[in-house]
């Protein structure tokens, strides 16, 4: 099998190579493009479509990646499955419960002000604070949700209190002692189009398991959607970015429109809030790719445009070639990788 990184590499000096006054043509790219592309993108685009179709021509999947057929009540779903090494750390649950209960301002009455008074006095964790005569039953309510890892009812508090971009909600996920999923996925369009790849990643042994359901065909969305929605039931928690408002919203409504609606009740990290919080003073903007390049250091091979995800599949089905597929699914472990990089990053820096 090829590594990835392998074939990256060797299409991005192919696509290079390719001259861009020959591939830029009217239908180039196909009738599914947005009009906010830029014609360099769409010119990076069109060579590297090409470049893809010539290396993948008569190729399959299980070529290139470890496949395996899930079984589910409405068929099969393909899963391709790959260990991403790399060195990540995440908070553990000690430090999180700790970094949490230094958070006074978690009750109802506790300020800036009132906090640094409390400190003084001696109450510096809301374990200290359970003895207090005012804010004790509060604070020992907290501290039993601490207990219990109730990562649920400790979110809501943190959330109400502070916020979804606070630090505090960071060290939250460490309570979910390793059964995070980084999740990510790739449709056709906005909200009512079907979906094409959903991607899942875990922390595993020097690195990231990735775990990405490939839908081949539209007729197997709804397979994929079974199996993906299973392997998320596992999750203690859900890390995305910009998954509160698209991706998980997204999948909850492709599972209606099949009639398996099913919440998606896990706590929902989402790191856009926290890349804003923290970035926006210093980044063009908080698109997950500029964070990746600019904070974190990471440099693609070559890269589809999430925007360009619908063309590159519709090509991927008008030609049967699986080269406008590898794009996406390397473009989707990407993201999956680079949501896992920042999370670590985030939490060595606050905690």
């Known amino acids: 099998m090829r590594a990835a990184r392998e074939i990256a590499e060797r299409l991005a000096r192919r696509a290079a190579e390719l001259q861009e006054a020959e591939l830029v043509r009217e239908g180039e790219l196909g009738p599914y493009l947005p009009s906010y592309i830029s014609y360099e993108q769409l010119s990076q685009a069109s ?55 230094s958070q006074l301002q978690l009750l109802y009455g506790i300020g800036p002000v009132t906090e640094q008074e409390l400190k003084r006095a001696g109450y510096r964790t809301l374990h200290d604070l359970a003895r207090h005569p005012r804010f004790g039953l509060s604070a020992g309510e907290i501290v039993l949700f601490l207990e219990r890892r109730d990562l649920v009812r400790l979110k809501a508090v943190v959330e109400r209190w502070l916020s979804p971009s606070h630090p505090a909600t960071l060290a939250l996920t460490g309570l979910a002692e390793g059964r995070l999923a980084f999740f990510d996925l790739e449709s056709l369009g906005l909200f009512g189009r079907p979906l094409v790849l959903l991607g899942l990643a875990r922390p595993a042994d020097g690195g990231l ?111 049967r070639n699986i080269g406008p597929l590898v794009a996406i699914i390397e473009h989707n472990k990407q993201d999956l990788v680079s949501l896992a990089a920042l999370l670590s990053k985030l939490c060595s820096e606050r905690w």
């Not at 970035?279 to 445009?305: A, K, M, Q």
């Open 47 to 101: 060579r590297l479509k090409r470049a893809l179709l010539a290396e993948f021509a008569g190729a399959r999947l299980e070529e290139l990646y470890p496949c395996s057929m899930i079984e589910t009540a409405f068929g099969e779903a393909l899963r391709v499955e790959v260990t991403v090494p790399g060195e990540l750390s995440f908070l553990d649950g000690q430090s999180a419960s700790a970094a949490l209960s």
């Open 209 to 319: 398991l990735v775990e990405q359901f490939v839908i081949r065909s539209i007729a197997e969305e709804r397979a994929a959607l079974a199996a993906a929605a299973e392997a998320l039931a596992q999750a203690e928690a859900i890390v995305t970015y910009n998954g509160r408002a698209f991706d998980v919203n997204y999948l909850e409504e492709r599972l209606s429109y099949y009639g398996l609606y099913q919440r998606i009740d896990r706590p929902n990290f989402d790191l856009l809030y926290h890349a804003r919080r923290r970035f926006r003073n210093s980044l063009p903007d908080c698109r997950l790719e500029t964070v990746e390049r600019y904070i974190l250091g990471i440099e693609r091979p070559f890269d589809l445009p999430s925007a360009l995800v619908p063309d590159f599949y519709i090509t991927y089905l008008e030609e």
